[in-house]
């Protein structure tokens, strides 16, 4: 269990290192750590945001434990300079095509959800965004129309395999939990959507036992603030997820709660919190790093194999909470060490 530690800039260490603090305490035989400088903080020290020894290291161990990028003092840099290109380069150059964000709401923080509590305590699912395709990475440009006019264009498109692929991570993940998965998708206007549909109804073949449904993703949208306990596992393309995962994450409360695991067709993975460097807080304490902590969790169940190890720091986190540790975030005054205290007590 080779793990790499990217944690960045802003609150990224910050919340590392609580993380770190609470895999060690698990104990578990074999687990090693390295960490290695990504981000504004890679730049100022080497010149670039993803050096080539931090792209080794994560390619060489068996998961990625990340924090954020993303520094104010790197804004006027090169596009291609700028922190946030170390993870976008970490995505491309791993072919980390799925990524997944969990969104369930902890019952000691329904206040902090947009929605009712009554509502909001409903949620308990998983998003499976497909991260590598459609029209974020299609043909894209802007031109002239015969009138003189500016015309921007994007071009949508999955071939079957992007599709298969993805679809396949949507059914496995069902399989671990409720056995429903809801594909979403604009059959009724795409033909992307039309080819996503048929894609993901011959996979299901393979899935006999998880029960399958489809939905436009105008309709999803409503129904996510509406009844979102109706869901289990979303699968679906990399625009419509952009948005509904980020939907669906707000639903379960703060940014800080929120983590997420990008995964390549050997369940070899990076693990984040959802939130940035948050550089208004960084250097404060304030930072929650529960997000993290999460994150770390997921990193066990989905590519180490310890999903027993991943149960109990999820329960942890949740013992935490219900004994009253509380961020700023959550509305409260302990400071990010103190949350990994109460987490590492639980544990
Ligand atoms: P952000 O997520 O960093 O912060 C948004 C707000 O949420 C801020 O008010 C912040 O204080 C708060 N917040 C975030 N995480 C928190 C936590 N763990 N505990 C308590 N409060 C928390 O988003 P932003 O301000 O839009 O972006 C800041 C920088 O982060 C930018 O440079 C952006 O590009 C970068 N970013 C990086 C990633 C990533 O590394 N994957 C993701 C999003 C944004």
């Known amino acids: 269990m080779h793990i790499a530690l990217l944690p960045g800039d802003g609150i990224g260490p910050e919340v590392i290192a609580e993380a770190r603090r609470v895999l060690e305490a698990l104990a578990l035989p074999g687990m090693v750590f390295e960490e290695a400088p990504v981000g504004g ?19 060489r161990a068996d998961a990625i434990l990340f924090g954020a990028v993303g520094d104010p003092d790197c804004d006027a840099l090169e596009r291609h300079l700028r922190p946030e290109q170390a993870i976008l380069g970490l995505r491309k150059e791993l072919a980390l095509f799925a990524n997944l964000r969990p969104a369930k709401l902890f019952p000691e923080l329904a206040d902090a959800s947009a929605l009712r509590p009554e509502v909001a305590s409903q949620i308990d699912m998983v998003i499976v965004r497909e991260l590598n395709g459609d029209v974020y990475f299609g043909e894209k440009g802007m031109r002239t129309t015969a009138e003189g006019k500016r015309e921007g264009y994007d ?41 996503w549909r048929d894609v993901v109804i011959e996979t299901a073949k393979e899935f006999p036992e998880v029960e399958l449904s ?10 996510l603030v509406r009844n979102p306990g109706q869901f289990d596992v979303i699968v679906t393309g990399n625009l ?6 980020d939907q669906a994450s ?14 390549d067709s050997n369940q070899k993975g990076l693990y ?52 009253g540790a509380r961020s700023p975030d959550l509305g409260g005054t302990m400071n990010t060490r103190e949350m990994g205290d109460a987490v590492l007590a639980a544990l």
């Not at 436009?216 to 129904?223: E, G, H, I």
């Not at 770390?296 to 991943?310: D, H, I, N, T, V």
Request: glycine content about 8%; proline content about 4%; charged content about 20%.
């Open 214 to 223: 489809h939905m436009y993703v105008d309709n999803a949208a409503m129904q």
């Open 250 to 263: 707000m639903c379960a409360g703060s940014i800080g709660m929120l983590p997420s695991a990008s995964l």
């Open 41 to 59: 903080a890679a730049y100022k020290a080497s010149g670039h945001p993803l050096p080539q020894a931090t792209l080794d290291l994560a390619k």
């Open 240 to 245: 419509f997820g952009d948005i509904l995962s």
């Open 272 to 323: 984040e919190p959802i939130h940035g460097s948050a550089p208004d807080i960084a250097g404060q304490g304030k930072a929650n790093p529960l997000a993290t902590i999460l994150s770390a969790a997921m990193m066990l169940r989905y590519s180490l194999g310890q999903s027993e190890a991943a149960d109990r720091i999820e329960t942890a986190v949740a013992r935490a909470l219900a004994g």
């Open 155 to 195: 071009i949508m498109s999955y071939n079957e395999d992007e599709v298969c692929r993805i679809a396949r991570v949507g059914f496995e993940t069902a399989m671990a939990r409720g056995r429903k998965l809801c594909s979403v998708d604009k059959a009724n206007v795409l033909e992307t959507s039309q080819l």
